[in-house]
């Protein structure tokens, strides 16, 4: 009997635990992307406000420090996209947690059971995709990366244009669109080990 009520303690604190874990990740997921899109916002402004004469947004005292603000406002982006998708694979696994608990004190014919199965009554074609939070977020974090990526070379090519532009700003150009791009594959690298990982747990 004692044990019995041990084991009943245990799966309650474990449920109450994954759950407040669960909620506190949603949590943390909501606050990336608001804080993420008042930044991209006002960085967004910025660069319209100085896009509205094409003909001074690539001058030689403005085009270096656009290029390591695009540089930064990227590297940026991507931390945010990589902790949105590292909370959504630990909100998955706690989701796990909480459907094998409540199949071990649940039979799976108990009409509760199939109940509570709250994502089996979501229609597929409204919960994923562009309809999920978490693959929404990541595309549109990632969709940015681009962006930025788009327009740092629209800048460094624009830079070629200014002859009196020094050549070791016009190689910084270039060398931050490196970076970039190699940081990009690096994401693209770790997004399918974590999908493999993902498979395989």
């Known amino acids: ?5 041990r084991k009943d303690s245990y799966i309650t604190a474990e449920i109450s635990q994954a759950w407040t874990h669960y909620r506190h990740m949603e949590e943390m997921r909501t606050k990336y992307l608001s804080f993420y899109s ?6 967004a402004g910025f660069f319209v406000n100085l896009a509205k004469d094409e003909r001074d947004i690539v001058t030689p005292h403005l085009f270096f420090p656009l290029s390591i603000f695009t540089l930064l406002l990227f590297v940026f982006s991507l931390a945010v996209w990589a902790n949105i998708y590292r909370i959504g694979h630990i909100v998955w696994v706690y989701g796990n947690i909480l459907q094998e608990t409540r199949k071990s004190v649940l039979k799976e014919t108990n ?3 199939v109940r509570w199965q ?4 979501i229609p597929p074609s409204v919960s994923g995709g562009l309809f999920s939070i978490q ?3 990541s595309y549109i974090v990632s969709g940015v990366c681009l962006v930025l990526t788009g327009m740092q070379v629209v800048l460094t090519m624009k830079a070629y244009d200014l002859g009196t532009l020094p050549v070791w700003q016009k190689m910084g150009g270039e060398v931050f669109i490196f970076i970039e791009v190699v940081l990009s594959f690096y994401a693209l690298y770790c997004v399918a080990a974590a999908k493999k990982f993902k498979k395989t747990n």
């Open 1 to 5: 009997m004692l044990r019995d009520e």
């Open 38 to 43: 008042t930044v991209i916002i006002a960085s």
């Open 111 to 113: 009409p509760a059971y």
């Open 118 to 121: 709250v994502r089996k009554h």
């Open 135 to 137: 693959s929404a977020a």
